[in-house]
Antibody, heavy 121, light 106 residues
Framework: QVQLVQSGAEVKKPGASVQLSCKAS????????IHWVRQAPGQRLEWMGM????????TYSQKFQDRVTMTTDTSTNTVYMELSNLRSEDTAVYYC??????????????WGQGTLVPVSS | DIQMTQSPSSLSASVGDRVTITCRAS??????LNWYQEKPGTAPRVLIY???TLQSGVPSRFSGSGSGTDFTLTISSLQREDFATYYC?????????FGQGTKLEI
C-alpha cells in the first residue's frame, strides 16, 4: 500500500535550519510529484512547494522562495525539504503529500503523518 | 495568487442533519477544486476532487458541486465521524492555496 513516512519531530532555535524527510513506498516513486504543506497552530493549511521526484526540478511558493530547498533521492525513494533561517512563525506541522493528476483534476491523494517543528529560543 | 474563502468558519449541527459548506475562489479555477477532511492529530484526507468527483472509499453522503469561482461541499446526513474540519483547495495554479477551514461541531 502507498505510504509516505516522515522523519520525527525537531525542536529548533531561531536562525537555525531544519531538514525533513519523506520516504515513499508502495508505488513507483518517480511517477509522482511530492508537495510540502504546513499548518501552524490554529492556522489554515499552507502550500510550500513541490518537487518532481524523478528529475528533481522544483517549484516553491514565493513566500518561502529564498529559504526552502527540496531535493529527491531516487535510490532511497526519499524527498527532503530544508527550511533555513527559522523564526517562531515557522512553528508548524509539516506534511509531505503525493500529487495525483487525473483528467480534469489534481489533488493530494496520500499524505505523510506530519512532522512537528517547534521553533523557540 | 488565488485566494480561497470558505463559509462558514464554524458550524454546529446534529447527527442526521444536511450540511453545506461553500468555497469561493478569488479568480477563475475551472473545476480544479478539492475538499479535504482533517481530524485532530491526523493528516488531511481527500474527499472530493475536480469539484465533484468522490474519492475512492469516501461515503456517498459527501458530494461536491460548482465550477468557475463558487463551490459547495454537501454532507447529506451527518454521521458522528463527520465532525471535523473541512478545507477547500484550488489546484488550478501554484501556489495551491487552501481555504481557512470550516470546523463542524456537534
Amino acid at each position: 500500500q502507498v505510504q509516505l513516512v516522515q522523519s520525527g519531530a525537531e525542536v529548533k532555535k531561531p536562525g537555525a535550519s531544519v531538514q525533513l524527510s519523506c520516504k515513499a513506498s508502495g508505488y513507483s516513486f518517480s511517477d509522482f510529484h511530492i508537495h510540502w504543506v504546513r499548518q501552524a497552530p490554529g492556522q489554515r493549511l499552507e502550500w510550500m512547494g513541490m518537487i518532481n521526484a524523478r528529475f528533481g526540478d522544483s517549484t516553491y511558493s514565493q513566500k518561502f522562495q529564498d529559504r526552502v530547498t527540496m531535493t529527491t533521492d531516487t535510490s532511497t525513494n526519499t524527498v527532503y525539504m530544508e527550511l533555513s533561517n527559522l523564526r517562531s512563525e515557522d512553528t508548524a506541522v509539516y506534511y509531505c503529500a503525493r500529487f495525483r493528476i487525473v483528467t480534469g483534476g489534481r489533488f493530494f491523494d496520500y499524505w505523510g503523518q506530519g512532522t512537528l517543528v517547534p521553533v523557540s529560543s | 495568487d488565488i485566494q480561497m474563502t470558505q463559509s462558514p468558519s464554524s458550524l454546529s449541527a446534529s447527527v442526521g442533519d444536511r450540511v453545506t459548506i461553500t468555497c469561493r475562489a478569488s479568480q477563475y479555477i475551472s473545476t480544479y477544486l478539492n475538499w479535504y477532511q482533517e481530524k485532530p492529530g491526523t493528516a488531511p484526507r481527500v474527499l472530493i476532487y475536480a469539484a465533484s468527483t468522490l474519492q475512492s472509499g469516501v461515503p456517498s453522503r459527501f458530494s461536491g458541486s460548482g465550477s468557475g469561482t463558487d463551490f459547495t461541499l454537501t454532507i447529506s446526513s451527518l454521521q458522528r465521524e463527520d465532525f471535523a474540519t473541512y478545507y477547500c483547495q484550488q489546484s488550478y495554479s501554484p501556489p495551491y492555496s487552501f481555504g481557512q477551514g470550516t470546523k463542524l461541531e456537534i
